[in-house]
């Protein structure tokens, strides 16, 4: 059973339909006018300045808070996760001290919350893999044979990865033509809807890590929008799969929830009828009752559940290694698209619309990809008894293609 959360000095975290009561705590990078980039923790409709509580001796994390980005903290480990996230729930509980630095969110400047080392983006869900390779290659090979015996995957771009409500320009490109390949602004601009594992412990090149040993050096999720180019997509991806289709940006939520306060909602995922190799074996489940969802110029689009997953995130860290590649603090871990079964529960317009064959209704109006000037959101809460542990927004406008 979901336990009731802790109460919270801040009267607004305690609000039953706050994403960020006492019970989440997730840890971002803020600024205010005139002031640096600093780490800070959401309470309520607040953020606790980690910075100024390092200074004034309420907390000590080796300096790392005053830092513009989480990784210095990261780094330093799962007992100090531990130690300060216990330490932060007594300062922010109902005896805590009064005279904390709080500082208004909608005051504040939200920031990318790290320094992203590495991206990789997967591809873990099944209903959305099959529903991609149905498009493509009919329904006798919509599933690579590899797919349920490995989590697939692609080295993304770090450097494109940006915060919530940065702007994403349309990219201009390559595609199929009449005649041959034309060069113009993409026509099928879309959406994913993903979470982002953020990977808070380094390992060595040559070395191998287990399931086991890959969720502990997990330290939290992103909401992650994995913004895509179909027509630039489907020229490019033979043979070596996606590339500058999926380089032009992609969005993460500014407060990484960790994986501490997700703890309590831990649930199996997909069932599976693939015996797997040993070193994908999890000893315990790997996914969380996540609701998630997207929204395209305010109106609900679809609304899925990350136990809707094949593949985990320690699943994919793991396989990430077999080759001995080393991973660093800072690695972001893209899920790949999380859809259900029915359309409204899908990630992607690529699906939503059967490729653009189905449009979709948006505020009366029939669309099948994105348009400029259309914004869109993901949102994503794990829901307890009178309390959610909730990411915030993650938003992002469509810019118009510069020719």
């Not at 059973?1 to 989440?24: K, L, W, Y």
């Not at 070395?207 to 895509?228: H, K, T």
């Not at 995922?269 to 015996?275: K, L, M, N, W, Y």
Request: aromatic letters at 8%.
């Amino acid at each position: 059973m979901t336990p009731h959360a802790p109460r919270s000095q801040v009267a607004s975290a305690n609000e039953p339909g706050c994403d960020f009561p006492i019970a989440n705590l997730p840890y971002g990078v803020f600024s205010t006018p005139g002031t640096a980039r600093r780490c800070g923790v959401a309470i309520g409709d607040l953020i606790l300045d980690l910075a100024a509580c390092e200074a004034q001796g309420l907390i000590d994390a080796g300096g790392s808070f005053a830092a513009p980005q989480m990784n210095d903290f990261i780094a330093r480990g799962r007992a100090e996760w531990d130690r300060v996230r216990a330490r932060l729930t007594d300062l922010l509980g109902v005896d805590g001290p009064r005279d904390l630095p709080l500082v208004a969110m909608d005051g504040a400047v939200l920031h990318l919350p790290l320094r992203v080392s590495e991206f990789t983006d997967f591809y873990a869900s099944r209903h959305h893999a099959f529903n991609v390779g149905l498009l493509f290659r009919g329904p006798d090979n919509a599933l690579p044979p590899q797919w349920t015996h490995m989590p697939i995957g692609y080295n993304g771009r770090a450097s494109s990865v940006v915060v919530s409500g940065t702007g994403v320009r349309r990219p201009m490109g390559q595609v199929a033509g009449a005649q041959g390949p034309e060069w113009t602004a993409c026509r099928r601009l879309d959406l994913e809807l993903e979470l982002g594992a953020i990977v808070g412990a380094d390992s060595t090149m040559g070395d191998r890590i287990s399931v086991p040993q890959a969720e502990e050096m997990i330290f939290g999720y992103v909401l992650l929008n994995d913004w895509s180019a179909r027509d630039i997509q489907a020229w490019e991806y033979q043979p070596l799969g996606p590339f500058q289709s999926k380089a032009l940006a992609t969005t993460i939520s500014p407060w990484i929830v960790t994986q501490a306060a997700l703890e309590p909602f831990r649930r199996a995922g997909a069932p599976r009828d693939t015996d797997l190799l040993p070193y994908l074996h999890e000893d315990r489940p790997g996914f969380y009752d996540l609701t998630l969802g997207w929204s395209l110029n305010g109106q609900e689009m679809a609304r899925t559940n990350y136990t809707q997953m094949y593949w985990s995130s320690a699943q994919q860290l793991a396989h990430h290694t077999t080759s001995g590649c080393p991973m660093r603090v800072g690695d972001l871990l893209g899920t790949g698209t999380i859809s259900g079964p029915a359309p409204d529960q899908t990630g992607a317009l690529l699906e939503m619309t059967q490729g653009g064959r189905v449009p979709v209704h948006v505020n009366g109006a029939p669309r099948t990809f994105l348009e400029d000037g259309d914004q869109v959101a993901l949102f994503g809460f794990a829901q307890g008894a009178g309390y959610r542990v909730g990411f915030g927004p993650c938003t992002g406008r469509v810019l118009p293609a510069r020719p």
